[in-house]
T-cell receptor, first 112, second 114 residues
């Protein structure tokens, strides 16, 4: 398909484990965003890439969160030493024009 | 500090009637607004947007109204269909000097009854 894809769709991690979440944006989309959505809430911004450059990481909740997009296409969000409060759906979005972002299906992370 | 608020967690309407979803914002720097629709286990899907230079934008059954003085926007769906049942999020962004990050409301669950 031509949409944004994310993997895995579901991830269960034990507290303290590291996880890596992958996002494949729509081909040709320059901008890539990561959001975190807690249960019953709207998505909250984590970080933004323009091509391979991470231009805004103001939403990352702690230094345990790290994102990269080394070749300006696929992006990985890594969470080190996961905590229970990290349990959420992690959404990736890409856009050609700055505002209309197209979202992937998300990765549901459960930390036990 | 919730900059974008959707004060109605849920809304139920009859098929064929109008659905009106509301959204309020506090940041006067916001100048672009979007509505997204979300089904369970899927990501949000873009519906319609409006720039602050307009007060209305229409796309088929969907119309978004913006009242800048009141810092309020609404999404009208006419006529409502059962397939419209989903969670609706409004989102806002500031064009100038911004990365384009979206600030979302908490969402309103719309149920359209046949």
């Amino acid at each position: 398909g031509a949409g944004v894809s994310q993997s895995p769709r579901y991830k269960v991690a034990k507290r303290g484990q590291d996880v890596a979440l992958r996002c494949d944006p729509i081909s040709g989309h320059v901008s890539l965003f990561w959001y975190q959505q807690a249960l019953g809430q709207g998505p909250e911004f984590l970080t933004y890439f323009q091509n391979e450059a991470q231009l805004d990481k103001s939403g990352l909740p702690s230094d345990r969160f790290f994102a990269e997009r080394p070749e300006g296409s696929v992006s990985t969000l890594k969470i080190q030493r996961t905590q229970q409060e990290d349990s959420a759906v992690y959404l990736c979005a890409s856009s050609l024009f700055i505002h209309e972002q197209y979202f992937g299906p998300g990765t549901r992370l459960t930390v036990t | 500090d919730q900059q974008v608020k959707q004060n109605s967690p849920s809304l139920s309407v009859q098929e064929g009637r109008i659905s009106i979803l509301n959204c309020d914002y506090t940041n006067s720097m916001f100048d672009y607004f979007l509505w997204y629709k979300k089904y369970p286990a899927e990501g949000p899907t873009f519906l319609i947007s409006i720039s602050s230079i307009k007060d209305k934008n229409e796309d088929g059954r969907f119309t978004v109204f913006l009242n800048k003085s009141a810092k309020h926007l609404s999404l009208h769906i006419v006529p409502s269909q059962p397939g419209d049942s989903a969670v609706y999020f409004c989102a806002a962004s500031a064009l100038s000097g911004n990365t384009g990050k979206l600030i979302f409301g908490q969402g309103t669950t719309l149920q359209v009854k046949p």
